[in-house]
């Protein structure tokens, strides 16, 4: 069956510009999470999303939201980008969340903004 | 705040020989760990894990020890081959929190 699915690939904005990444997840599976990463941070957890609803938030500025559709496919929108946001942004799926079941990553999407 | 912190940045291995990834945490409520394998341009690959009930898992070549007292998990992955040449990222999670927290990695060269 098909893998976690993330568009773009690579994205390069402008500061104060917002961007939407989009994530389709295995199919059958209902949570959806993101994860930011850095170089020298690791993955930072954004939030975990399970049949539509948010059940988990990471530590990051409002500037970051989120949804999940009822087909489980979810966006994530970064508003008023910052150069500090240039990161690969991870998402992954899994049938019920992390720590119940593997949860399975997406190639990600590189951010830069300039 | 890292909850989870794998000190080694970089480890070089000969090929055949064992390669030893570590990694802390100093949540006490962490219950599940996990590892996960990460090549360029690619995402992180769920590679083995372990509950807290168990002091080490063992999956083929890879073994993974914990040690809850001193908060410590360990990635042993015998014999090395080229192939496991990877960022390799430790992950920690707590029953029902529905998320993981990950360690900032460690590159493993394996040198045929």
């Known amino acids: 069956k098909a893998g976690v699915t993330q568009t773009p690939r690579y994205l390069i904005k402008t500061r104060g510009q917002q961007v939407t990444l989009s994530c389709s997840p295995i199919?059958?599976?209902?949570?959806v999470s993101w994860y930011q990463q850095t170089p020298g941070q690791g993955l930072q957890f954004l939030f975990e999303?399970?049949?539509?609803?948010?059940?988990n938030k990471g530590n990051f500025p409002g500037r970051f939201s989120g949804r999940q559709f009822s087909n489980s496919r979810s966006e994530m929108n970064v508003s008023t980008l910052e150069l500090g946001d240039s990161a690969l942004y991870l998402c992954a799926s899994s049938s019920q969340g992390f720590g119940v079941t593997e949860a399975f990553f997406g190639q990600g999407t590189r951010l830069t903004v300039v | 705040d890292q909850q989870v912190k794998q000190n080694s940045p970089s480890l070089s291995v000969q090929e055949g020989r064992i390669s030893i990834l570590n990694c802390d945490y100093t949540?006490?409520?962490?219950?599940?760990f996990l590892w996960y394998k990460k090549y360029p341009a690619e995402g992180p690959t769920f590679l083995i894990s372990?509950?807290?009930?168990?002091d080490k898992n063992e999956d083929g070549r890879f073994t993974v020890f914990l040690n809850k007292s001193a908060k410590h998990l360990s990635l042993h992955i015998v014999p090395s081959q080229p192939g496991d040449s990877a960022v390799y990222f430790c992950?920690?999670?707590?029953?029902?929190?529905?998320?993981?927290?990950f360690g900032t990695g460690t590159r493993l060269t394996v040198i045929p």
């Open positions: 372990i509950s807290s009930i168990k």
């Open positions: 199919s059958g599976h209902r949570s």
């Open positions: 999303y399970f049949s539509e609803t948010q059940r």
């Open positions: 949540n006490s409520m962490f219950d599940y």
């Open positions: 992950a920690a999670s707590e029953t029902g929190a529905n998320n993981l927290f």
